[in-house]
Each structure stands twice: as structure tokens, then as C-alpha cells.
């Protein structure tokens, strides 16, 4: 069969947000791809230059519209840690809430699109009832459903009362049963499991020199996760385990969205059943001294790096925001290559893409030739615990 | 019935076209309702399929550049006259006054129809997306046709005729043919599943991966008729399979009023599509889309296999006197 | 679990080819070097520390220079940073999208918003801007203004198609 | 296409339309958090299939097109070019504080703008992001519109000359 | 089996739809929603309209005598916000020296035109 082009997007209706890409299929097989995602770049670390701490932190979180707290959270935590203000621990117990409900929020989002992706709208449907609990545990704490906007340089805007968290407390039965009820269906939707299974494979090694992160790193056997690697907030003080599968493929990734849903609710209940007292916010000054940090945070999709540069002054020099999605779109664009055109949405899907996020930046790679000449490093490569 | 009144009363009014019309909407309300009930919501309300078709009909027509205008008018009207012809010949209040001996091949070819019009339009619409729907379409019919025409063939060998009336006739002095022939039955449903291109098998229309297949570049009465096209071929599927495997309008006592008899026999075709219906629709929201190289395993592997030893099964059963 | 990095393992792996090496946070290493040390530089601490892999490449205008950053990670969990200057009027380096794949995506993105050249990078090509943006601007530079009465594309031109 | 609503047929279709407003949904460029809170409209929550809207990838077979996000420069073209696939009558919801006039993200240096300055649009809402429900208020208002305009014989009473003007010249 | 049995309790069970409109979702007490602002606390210091991200906020000519902190001070100015243009950060409520502004849970507004604009009111 000849060779057809065929376009996704930038309006497609597997994409959410727009993105380019432009398929060449030989009948159905994908024998090369281009991705154009730069639809949304809107300049935002330029204006994150211009800007006083203060007004910068609702941009930085629009960012994005799904990791908006992680956005904010690793900017003012680099930010702190530049100033050297060390933040209440009531304050830290209410950013980790925050950011694992966000997380939970998050994945039960993508594994609704992802079921969709294959056209399976009932689970779709379902997960996003469900997620609508937690979308209303946020608001209810933090007064939005989704930009929360609860950082502030210092700390937190607003504390929790105790009738909040104790509704807060009496939502999180429901959801473990519910989280219990999709790794179920997850094991016995056969229908699913075809569409899921040994689809978008990636090896250990390809994750790694493919850079991934997140959850498509972690599906693939590297456990590599901020919160354990280089721990913020309060992740070194409470329980949680670091979620890991060896198939590497979208049902492996799945499986690792599911499981970290479980240790997100239990992080959550653990902050709100051990939420200490004291004040929500340290003072910090106006401007921040020289300095230079690379703040790293594990956002639902992976890990989020803000390289921040401030110059005595109260806006920053520089910030150099690498989201999550970027680092995973090289190991996209290896996946695809040699599948059925339908397989496009589904491995697309299963990074959970957040192009708002990458889109500030942008990348077209044919995926055909990438890595073939990168030595392998000779040392351990076993990345395990 | 041979007065040409009520014949026409009969192809025009009821149960002809006019019913056909209200009960594929009907049918479609009651799809979309059970399935968004499965799903834990309200769903449309009873006028929605017909808001839509109104609506639908009534929008701006856009011609894609370079499209073959005729052709492109035509193919909807082609799909939608071959389903109402089709249904002409399925018995619904007794015995089809058209009926005659091979209908059922009739049927089942007129039903093919509206698949090769969506290929075609597919084609025309010059749009990448409909041009792989289309593609995907018709590679679909070669794999699900073979042992949808088996399993419905099944009948027609234990039978021994070839008109739906006559299998429905037969079915009321023998057992009803879905417990005679179980794998027939399933195999028909599934290929009635993807004859009307519903998930699992919306392949050629998968909306995550080619927007809207075929029907990308279809707008206003074309849209219309296409989908009119679509919802009464399930009402005729549904019916297809209850006559000839559920008996249709038989029902085991004797009814003395030939009036009553019908309208009990009406109420029966009722409640049997609507039954066919639910299943349906259970597929529907309970399965995941497969992807084509899949479907070509599950089609050949699976149903055809399937198909085929079933014909061996009813062979056997003729020989040996079985259930006949 | 491996021991994180120390600063004195970090100075003798890339001894002879790269200048200071200091701590520049928790975790963090920082490494100097010149645009000419940068693959040997990066090629070490890739294969003796080793760093497997890219966190990113971050990137600075100090209005003196452009300053480039390539953070690399490995099992060890500590953040090893090469450093390079690059002159602001001909910031010129070489790639290493060939030693580390996913640089290549890094690149492009510096290429178009700061107009660093990558020199043997196998496609460096606009990507993030807008296709009618003016080739000579690269917004992310300090100095950069938009000029008035230019046009920067948008909704004035029909896309292509 | 206009309807008289004066002939059977004519109010027929206008019931038809305010029944069935089928949609598509466009980001242009915004931090899809709009995005994500008009698709769980669709969900079991809200339900919008109460009120006959469907969600339709084809541009071709939309009634009210959905904007989110303030434009890049990137989009500008393409919104308008989706606006334009569209088939009369057609509608525009512009979604969140971005769409309106840019929002946080007013004055960076890829981006046009408001929705406004590309296509016509019938109805905006505030919030970043709006809540399900001010979408469903907005969709609510929209369908108001709809049945206007069909008094009307038109949204030529309605005062969008402004932007209208703006589109023109910009086309 | 666990998605069909799911599938058919829901069929038999009331769906979790609110019907909004005509049953009304609940807002919760702290959400950020339509911006208000009390014109007797106003004190017209302008640090809203400069810690607004958005621009939302311009200060407009309004001459009054208010209170604030037991004293009697004249204000000049009072805040005008652009409706459309909010993204409901909380910003000037939490940097309000007066507690004058406030970001209610009401619903936002949705219409045609851009100007709605809220200024001080009681």
C-alpha cells in the first residue's frame, strides 16, 4: 500500500490540547513520525522575569491546568531555599495534602482518557466520577477546583480547619474501594488488556537513555521518583513506598497509576490524621539574594525541574521550567514507530501528556534514528533501591 | 393482503416506513439511555434522537473542495432506501406481505449497503481521515460478513427454506433456533455488533484516531440520512435476528382473533428486538475498541471457526433427527 | 542503594578536562568547563560516575554571556551540572544529542529561544516559535524587545493547508 | 441558514436546535485546565446529555464551538480555520478568564489575545476556570441566544460589529 | 466480571447526576468565586490592583472619608475589577490591608460583552 500523512491535530479529538503530529503510515503500520507541539507556547518564562514573586506564582501555576500546585510548588520551594526561610511543618503537611490529592486527581483523570482512548467511555465515565470526590475534597480546602493556589513564598494562603479535614478524612473510605474496584477492572477487562498489553513497550535501558520519567519510567523497572531521590517537604518523615512494574508497556503503566493512587490516599490520610499545629507561614523577605538552584518535584506526571536564577532583587533572573511531558515525548516518538495507526492515541495517552506544560517548549524529532549511536555507559545500570 | 391500498398502507404507514422511523428513534433513545445509565448518569432525554435529526437536517450543507457533488448527495439516500427496503421483508405483524422464497439473502445484501456508501463517501470526502475510515470500513466487511452470513445462513439448513416468514413459521412447530443453533446466535449478534460499527467495533469511525471516519466531512441532510441510515439498520438487524432465531412474532398458544393474534405477535417483536437491543448495548459500554489486526483474529480465528463448526453441529443434528 | 556522589569522586573523574568543581547545593555538583571540554567533560561523567542520564539543559543570559547547563543524574541520585559560557555574539557548541538522545530536544528548544548553535545536530530546525517569526530574534534573550510595527504571525496569515 | 419562525417547520427546527447542541471543544493555547473542566460536564456529575449536547470531534458536525485558553499565535490560524469548517448556524463559547482578554497570560510575546480578536463569539464566561456549572449557565445562555436569534431572523441584531470587523480585517 | 456487575447495579440504581439547573450544586463556604469589594472598609492603597496578575484591577477616582484602625483617613481612589478579566487567584484579598476586598462563593457571570465591572459597593 502506498504511503499516507496522515495528520493528528492540532484539533483532534484523541488530544485534548493541541499538538501536531504528522503520521506517515504504510497501510496502517507507522513508519515515521514528526510531532510539532509548540501550539501552546505563550512565553511564560519571559514573563516570569518580569514579574515580583508575589504575582508570578499564580502564572507559574498556569502552567499548566493539572499540575498547577506542582508548578507552584517547586518554584516557591526553590525560591525558599534560595533565601534560606525554612518553612512551618504544618505548612509542608498542608503543600504534600495538596499535592498528593492533586496526584490522585491526576491519574484518575488519565486512566479515564486512556480507557477513552481505546474507546472504553463507561470506565471513562466512572473514573471521573470518582475523581469528582476529589476535585471537591480541593475545593473544599483550598477553594478551587483546580488552580488552588495555595503556595505562597513562605508557606501556605490558607490553613485547614479541623471540621475541613475531618470531611476531608470521611472521603477517603469511599475512595480506597473505589481504587480497589479499578484494579479490578483493570485485570479482567479483556477488551482493555488487548489494547493495553505489550502496546508502546519500553526497556529499561530505553527509558533511560530516553530520559523518561514518572510513571513511564517507573512501568519500565526504573525507580526513579524525586519524593524518594532527593525528598522535599515531608516525604522523608512519612510512610509511602515508590511504585514500580517491569512491563514497560501501557498495561504496566497503568498498573503504576493505580498503585500510586493507593500510596497517594494513604500519604493523604497519614498528613491529615498527623496534620501538625503552629503557624502556616515563616516570614520571608521581598527579595530573594543571589542565587541559583535546579528545585526538582515529582509532579503526577514525573519529574518537574525549575532551574531558578535570582539577582538580589524581588523577581527572578531566569527560570527554566523542563515539565514532565517533555522528557517523555522522546520515548513517544520511539514507541511508535512500527505500530498500527491505531495505537497512536493510546501510547500517546499513556505518558499523560500535559502539553500546556510542554508546549512552552517544543520538539519535532523523527523518532526513527534517536539513540542509536549513545554509548551505554558501563556503570551500574540497575537503578533499583 | 392483496388490496393495493393497504399494501401501500402497509409499506408506507405500518408497519412500513412511518414505523420504521419512529422505532429506530425510539431505539436509539432507549441505546444511548441504557448506556448512560450503565454509566451512572441521566442520559438524553426521549425526543433526543429525533431534536438531533431535525437539527441535523436543517444545518448549513458544506461541499468538501473537490468533491464529486452528485455522488456525495446520493450515497446517504442510496444507504438509507436499502435499510427501509430491506425492512419491507422482515416480518412484523405477521408474515411479510412481500416475502418470498430467498428474502433473507435480500435482506442480508441490502443490509451490506450502507457500509459500501460509507466507503464511498469516505473516498469522495477528500479528507485523510474519512479516506482511512473508509479504507478501514470495508477491510471490516470482509471479516465480519463470512460468519455473520453463516450464522444466519444456520437457519435456512435446518429450516429448509430460505424466507425469513417461512424460518419464523417453522420456529413455532419446532424449538426456537437460538437454543437449537446457541454459537449461531452469538456469532450473529457479534457480527451485528459490528455490522452497525459499535464499540468493540467502531473502528472505522474511532474518534480518538480519525476524528469521525467517513462521516469527517459530512454535514447537514447528509449527516442526517447517514445516520438515519445507521439507526434503522440496527432496528432491522434486531429484527432480522429475532425472526429468525428468537421465532419472531410465534408465541406457543393459539391466539383465536387474527387482530389480537397480531398485536400480541407485534408486542412480542417488541420486547424480543429490545431484548437483542440491551445486549447490544451491554457490549457496547462493557468493551474497549479493538484495534483491526485484532478484529482480523477475532473474525477469522474465532467467529468464522465458530460459524463453521456450528454448520457441522446443525449437520450433524439433521442427520440424527435432532430437535427436528 | 549507592552512596550519593562526593565531590572529591566528581573533581577526579573529570581531572584534566574541566576547571572548578564546587557543591552547589544538597545534592548537587557543579562542574565547570569550556565550550571545547564539553563532550569530554560530559562523556566522563556519563561513563565513570556514572550519570545515565539528562535531567535537562537549563540556560541563562547573564547580558555577558550565555550560560548553559546540563544536569545529569544517575543511580546515585546526585545532580552532577557541566557548566559552559558561550559568548553572546557567536554562542556556537557542539551537540551531544548523540551521547545523550534526549538532548536533542533540549537543543532545538535553546537553538530557537536563545540562538544557540548546536553544531552537529541532525535536524535543527524552528520548532517552538511561530513558523513567520522573525529568524534573527530569539525572545528569551535578555535584550530582546518585540519591535513595534513588526509582525510576529498569528492570526493575520492563514496557517499552511 | 436562517428559519422563518412563523411556519411549522420553521419552529420545528428551532426546537430541534435548542435541543441538540452538539459541541467541539478547541483549545487555543490556554493551560487546559478549562479543558478538563468542560469535559467533566460530559461526565456522570453533570451529565450535559440531559440537555441533548454531545461532544463531536468533527468541526463539520458542531453546533457551538468551545474555546479555551487565550490564542498563541501558533493557534490563531487554526482556530479560525475550525470556526470556519463549521456549518451555519454556529456558535462560539468563549471559556475562562484567558479567552476573555488573556488573562494571566495578557501581553506575552506569543500570544494574539482574546477569542474575540480571531472569531466571533456569542457568549464568554469568567473564572479561571469556570466551574462545570457557570459552563452549563454559559451553554444555558447560549441556547438563549439561539432561540433570539430565530426571532430575529438572524444575529444581525445582535451588536457584534466590532468583532466581526476585527475578524474581517484580519482574514 | 467486575465491570458488568457494575454495569447492571448502576442500570438498576439512581444515577449520582445533579441536575443542575434545576437542583443546585454545592458551592463550597471558601471558594474563591466572584470578586466583591466593600466601599466603607476601602481605603484606596491600591495594592490590589498592583499584586492583581492579571491586570484585572484599575483604581478609579473616588473621594470618601473611610475608617481604619480607629482613624479617619481620606481615600482617593477606589478599585474598579474588570469581571471578565478575574482568574480568582485571591491575591487581593489576601494583600488587602483593610480587609475590604473579598472573593465570595457566587457563581460567575457569562454574556456577550466584556465590560462588566464591579467597583465598591456596600
Known sequence: ?385 | MTDPFLLIAYILLFPGFLFLFAYSMTFEFLDRRIVARMQNRVGPPFFQPFADLVKTLGKEVIDPRGVDRPIFDAAPVVALAAVMTSFLYVPIIGPSPLAFQGDLVLVLYLLTLPTLALMLLGWLSRNIYAAVGGIRAVTMLFIYEVPFFLALMMPTLMAGTWSISDIMAWQEEHLCLAILQPIAFIVALIGLQAKLERTPFDIPEAETEIVAGPWTELTGRRLALMHLANETSAVVGSALIAAVFLGGLAFPWTVESAILSATVGFLLFLAKTVAILLVLSIIRAATARVRLDQLNTIGWKYLTMAALAQVGIVLVMMASGVGI | MIEPLTLDGVANAVAGVAGAVDKASTNRIRVRTTREGLRDVIRRVQWLLPCDRLVSISTVDTTESIELHYHLIGQHRTVVTVTVELPRDAPEIETVSDLLPSAALYERQIHDLFGVVFRGHPGLTRLILNDDWPRDEHPLRKDWKPVAGTFYGGAGRRGPG | MTVSNRTFSGRLMTWARGKSPWVTIFNSGGCNACDIEIIACLMPRFDVERFGILSRGSPRHADILIVTGAVTRQQAPRLRRVWEQMPEPKYVIAVGACAAGGGVFQGLYHMVGSVDQVIPVDVFVAGCPPRPDEIINAVVTCLGLMAEDAVHGGRAWRTKATSEAVAEAIA | MSVLSEMLRNLFSKPVTTRYPAERVPIPDGFRGRVGCADDRCIGCSKCSLVCPASAITMVDSPRMVEFKGRTLERKKRPSIALYQCIRCGLCERHCPADAIHLRNGQSINGSTLDEVVTCTL
Open chain 1, 1 to 385: 500500500m502506498t504511503r499516507i500523512v496522515v495528520p493528528i491535530g492540532p484539533q483532534h479529538p484523541a488530544l485534548k490540547e493541541p499538538v501536531n503530529f504528522r503520521v506517515v503510515t504504510d497501510g496502517e503500520r507507522i513508519v515515521d513520525l514528526e510531532l510539532n507541539l509548540s501550539y501552546s507556547h505563550r512565553g511564560i518564562e519571559k514573563a516570569a522575569e518580569q514579574r515580583d514573586f508575589i504575582r508570578v506564582l499564580p502564572l507559574i501555576e498556569r502552567v499548566c491546568g493539572i499540575c498547577s500546585h506542582s508548578h507552584a510548588t517547586v518554584f516557591s520551594k526553590g525560591i525558599e531555599e534560595i533565601m534560606g526561610v525554612e518553612i512551618p511543618p504544618r505548612a509542608q503537611y498542608i503543600r504534600t495534602i495538596i499535592a498528593e490529592l492533586e496526584r490522585m486527581h491526576s491519574h484518575m483523570l488519565w486512566l479515564g482518557v486512556a480507557a477513552h482512548e481505546v474507546g472504553f467511555n463507561t470506565l471513562f465515565m466512572w473514573t471521573w466520577r470518582d475523581r469528582e470526590a476529589v476535585l471537591d475534597t480541593l475545593e473544599e480546602l483550598s477553594g478551587n477546583r483546580v488552580h488552588y493556589n495555595m503556595n505562597e513564598i513562605g508557606g501556605v494562603r490558607l490553613d485547614l480547619s479541623p471540621s475541613q479535614v475531618e470531611a476531608a478524612l470521611a472521603r477517603m473510605p469511599v475512595l480506597e474501594e473505589r481504587i480497589r474496584a479499578y484494579v479490578g477492572m483493570v485485570e479482567d477487562e479483556e477488551t482493555m488488556l488487548t489494547r493495553f498489553r505489550g502496546v508502546g513497550s519500553l526497556s529499561r535501558e530505553e527509558a533511560l537513555s530516553f530520559g523518561a520519567v514518572g510513571p513511564t519510567a517507573r512501568a519500565s523497572g526504573v525507580d526513579y521518583d524525586v519524593r524518594k531521590d532527593d525528598p522535599y517537604l515531608v516525604y522523608d518523615e512519612i510512610p509511602w513506598n515508590v511504585v514500580t512494574d517491569t512491563n514497560g508497556d501501557v498495561y504496566g503503566r497503568t498498573k503504576v497509576r493505580i498503585g500510586e493512587i493507593a500510596e497517594s490516599l494513604g500519604i493523604v490520610r497519614h498528613c491529615l490524621e498527623n496534620l501538625p499545629g503552629g503557624p502556616i507561614r515563616a516570614e520571608a523577605p521581598k527579595a530573594a539574594p543571589p542565587g541559583e538552584i535546579l528545585s526538582r518535584y515529582e509532579a503526577p506526571r514525573g519529574e518537574v525541574a525549575h532551574f531558578i536564577r535570582t539577582n538580589g532583587t524581588a523577581r527572578v533572573e531566569r527560570v527554566d521550567i523542563r515539565t514532565p511531558t517533555l522528557a517523555n515525548w522522546t520515548s513517544v516518538a520511539h514507541c511508535l514507530i512500527g505500530r498500527p495507526l491505531a495505537d497512536v492515541p493510546v501510547i500517546v495517552a499513556a505518558i499523560d501528556p500535559c502539553l500546556s506544560c510542554t508546549s512552552r517548549i517544543t520538539l519535532v524529532k523523527s523518532g526513527g534514528d534517536l539513540g542509536k549511536d549513545a554509548p551505554p555507559p558501563n556503570g551500574p545500570r540497575g537503578w533499583s533501591r
